[in-house]
């Protein structure tokens, strides 16, 4: 997704703002849905706003397939942990070492998921649970999301975004 070599060494092991892990959409303009379209994202559509459904079909690995065609919204995304390498305030092996143990806790949590549920399903279960007081998805699943989202939340979301640390 970016521009330098430091920034790309880190993007292309990572993939996390792609794989449904950290985002349930990625938002396009109206002048966008034909390409991505072609390209074979899940546009969505509601009350004249358009995105594209995660995790992106055009998604290989860590790899974008579709990279020079990409919609804007990846070209300039930039994740907290490549923004504090960029400012020089993360070393880029502190990096690469929180990238690898998030992207490890979400392949976990992945693992857990039932057949054909996504991460976004699995968030809004977890919320029926703290609202209903009763648990209707697999505990061993609740834990490795709980694991993923702590780390999300620890190095890759804004504050106002956090799934589980409080939003102070
Ligand atoms: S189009 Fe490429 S960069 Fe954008 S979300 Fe999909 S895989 Fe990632």
Known sequence: MAGSTTASDLCTQCGLCCSGALFDFGPLTAEEV???QDNGLAVLAEAGKFG???????LDGAHCRIYSGRPQTCRTFRCKVLRA???EDMTIGEAHSIIARTVAAADEARAQLPPGASFTEARRWRREAGAAHTLNAPPQLMVALGMLDLLLDQHFRKTSE???LPRE
Request: glycine share 0%; net charge neutral.
């Open 162 to 164: 956090r799934q589980i």
């Open 34 to 36: 034909p390409q991505a």
């Open 85 to 87: 390498v960029e400012a």
């Open 52 to 58: 594209f459904a995660q995790p992106c079909p055009a």
